[in-house]
């Protein structure tokens, strides 16, 4: 299989299942684009009058050759590869878990429009909203609190809001007993907000930096903040302990500031930006991310990009708003109608990214970072991220839930910290969906580079985890061909 595209003078040709990327000159790029006739039956010279009456000035000799290497680059497997990968997603892999996503709580400082779990009219409230009816596809659980004074918090103590050290611990236990022969393995402090239950914190990454030497194996974690509570302690803790810290900013000021709202209903710009900009400082530019959403407010995104690299920031990421499980939210998310105005975008960053770094003023966009010689090995390329399977999140309670989208919704409890995973037939379920189950992976080129997408987000735009999320999936494509064009420039 072949993925043909042309992009911003470049002639790309893509194999899909040897991972091989050719830049050719257009003449050639017809005759690979063309070569079907051939393999076909049909005589070459079909294809090679067709190529002479578009180019006047190739002569029957030029083309020939063309031909000839064609066929020297599918006998060395790099053209038309068969797919040696289908037999590796039929063998059942262990459940041997890798990461735990710790909401350490669920209630935040911010009241974001566009928060996948939080309804987007937030109210004061110290106990969690709960389903009355768990098989309805609409409801689920999930909590609504919000605090009147973020920057002097006064937290409820109520323990499916914020989790407890014995909790987080056990969750630390649970991963160890589960993860098998794996020796690196990862905790994400999620949220809500996680420095709102910063003791927390910071207690389970010393209960687990005490039992590293004691079981063989080292933690990893990262932090992803808003913040509004960013001190100097934070600041220390997170430069001493955490591999990385992942800052919500979504842009411009006024981009920001329609989203990212304090519970007064005023923007939080002005409160985060300094504190973002000094902690990135004290971690010399590495081991973070900034990570923004943009919705159907800043369909020009790309200003928002460029402002966050104007600011300093290396390491951007900027996602599009999803339907999450608390609303169906037609107003942030995208429609099939907004992808061309939406892929403008992605081809205007990849243009300027080029020129800022031939002026060394070069930045990191997520979704353009492409290893395409040390990239993920062949069973994550096959199955993602792991989600329900190697990959978990666990609630403030210690439900466990296939990934931090999930949590909550009642219909994808797995278990709990304290007795295991006693939902094996979901658990297997997520273990069974891979690219080869997915009637629209099957014959993608994009497969094997998004790994069929993100559960969650098929899940909840199309009802079923072994779907993909339709806009999410050519939001996809069109960045993986900016960022494979990218690399020829």
């Known amino acids: ?30 005759v690979i684009s063309m070569y079907t006739f051939i393999l076909d039956g049909k005589d070459k010279d079909v294809l090679i009058s067709r190529v002479m009456e578009k180019y006047k000035n190739t002569t029957r000799n030029d083309i020939l050759q063309i031909i000839t290497d064609v066929e020297n680059l599918i006998n060395s497997g790099s053209l038309y590869s068969p797919d040696v990968f289908a037999h590796i997603a039929e063998n059942k892999k262990a459940f041997n878990l890798k990461a735990l996503c710790l909401n350490v709580s669920h209630v935040c400082n911010m009241t974001c429009e566009y928060c996948f779990a939080i309804p987007t009219t937030p109210t004061i409230s110290t106990n969690p909203t709960s389903s009355t009816n768990p098989t309805d596809p609409t409801s689920h659980t999930t909590s609504s609190t919000t605090l009147t004074n973020p920057t002097n918090p006064t937290t409820p103590t109520d323990p499916t809001t914020l989790m407890t050290l014995e909790t987080a611990k056990k969750a630390i236990n649970f991963l160890v007993e589960n ?11 999620f949220g809500g907000e996680p420095l709102l239950n910063w003791s927390v914190v910071k207690d389970t990454v010393m209960y687990a930096r005490e ?3 004691k079981i063989g194996k080292k933690f990893r974690f990262t932090l992803t903040t808003n913040g509004l509570l960013i001190d100097d302690d934070v600041i220390d ?10 800052f919500s900013l979504d842009g411009r000021e006024d981009t920001h500031n329609k989203m990212r709202k304090l519970p007064s209903g005023s923007g939080s710009y002005e409160a985060v930006v300094d504190k973002i900009k000094r902690f990135v400082e004290t971690r010399r530019g590495k081991g973070y991310y900034i990570r923004g959403t943009y919705t159907q407010e800043n369909m020009d995104f790309v200003n928002d990009i460029l402002h966050l690299a104007d600011l300093g920031f290396k390491e951007i990421s900027l996602e599009p708003a999803v339907k999450g499980q608390a609303k169906n939210d037609k107003t942030h998310t995208f429609s099939l109608a907004d992808l061309p105005k939406l ?8 243009i300027e990214m080029q020129r800022r770094e031939s002026l060394n003023r070069g930045f990191n966009f997520y979704h353009y970072n492409l290893d395409l010689e040390n990239g993920p090995c062949v069973h994550k390329r096959i199955a993602g991220c792991g989600v329900g399977t190697e990959y978990m999140a666990v609630a403030p309670n210690g439900d466990l839930y296939p990934c931090h989208q999930f949590i909550d919704d009642k219909r994808f409890l797995l278990g709990n910290v304290f007795s ?27 497969c094997f580079y998004c790994s069929g997408g993100c559960a969650a987000n098929a899940y909840y735009s199309s009802g079923n985890i072994s779907k993909v999320d339709e806009i999410g999936c050519a939001l996809f494509k069109k960045r993986m061909e900016c960022a494979i064009m990218m690399k020829f420039s």
């Open 420 to 446: 295991g995973v006693n939902n094996l037939y979901l658990r297997e379920e997520f273990g069974r969906t891979n690219i080869y189950t997915k009637d629209e992976c099957k014959d993608c080129w994009a």
């Open 211 to 213: 039992i590293e030497r």
């Open 237 to 246: 803790f997170c430069n001493k302990e955490m591999h990385n810290v992942v």
């Open 343 to 350: 892929f403008r975008q992605y081809e205007t960053l990849a």
């Open 1 to 30: 299989m072949l993925h043909c595209y042309q992009l911003c003078g470049f002639n790309i040709v893509l194999d899909i299942n040897s991972g091989a990327i050719h830049s050719v000159d257009s003449v050639t790029y017809d």
């Open 179 to 189: 993860s098998g022969k794996i020796n690196t393995l990862d905790i994400d402090f």
